[in-house]
């Protein structure tokens, strides 16, 4: 096998990989996954491209890596707003220096969280008004959940 055949047939696994990457996880109902506790964060991203073929060989013309964007953060120091429509998911992103709980209001949703560890909640705003998001052992404000009709 040549060296540009061995490239081509590379570049097709590649091509494999990333779109079973892309794809995959797209698949299945529309309730959120559970998000599990993690002391790192993952970022997801998205592999666009396209190949043209010549007789012996396949080359990569274009390829573009485009992160998914994240959450948003909150923080004790700068509370934030968030808006939202009913029936969209709501996720954002919370870290802390100190451990404690994170509590929703409204929507009942809790999650503890480490000291300088970043977790996310995501859930369904299943319904409308303003919600407060706080650190619930210290009573300290991340923000509000703006959730409007659709």
């Known amino acids: 096998m040549s060296r540009n055949q061995r490239m081509a047939m590379l570049a097709i696994a590649i091509l494999i990989v990333a779109v079973a990457v892309v794809v995959v996880p797209g698949s299945g109902d529309d309730d959120p996954a559970p998000v599990a506790q993690s002391s790192t964060e993952t970022e997801t991203v998205e592999v666009t491209g396209s190949?043209?073929?010549t007789d012996a060989e396949t080359t990569t013309t274009e390829a573009q890596l485009k992160p998914k964007p994240k959450p948003p953060l909150l923080t004790a120091a700068e509370p934030r707003?968030?808006?939202?429509?009913?029936?969209?998911?709501?996720s954002f992103r919370v870290?802390?220096?100190a451990d404690d709980e994170i509590h929703v209001h409204g929507f009942d949703k809790s999650k503890d969280v480490k000291a300088n560890e970043t977790v996310t909640m995501s859930f369904r705003a299943n319904i409308e008004g303003i919600f407060e998001v706080e650190l619930e052992h210290s009573g300290t404000p991340l923000g509000t959940l703006k959730v409007e009709p659709k």
């Open 51 to 53: 190949t043209t073929s």
């Open 81 to 90: 707003e968030l808006e939202y429509k009913k029936g969209d998911t709501i």
């Open 95 to 97: 870290r802390h220096t």
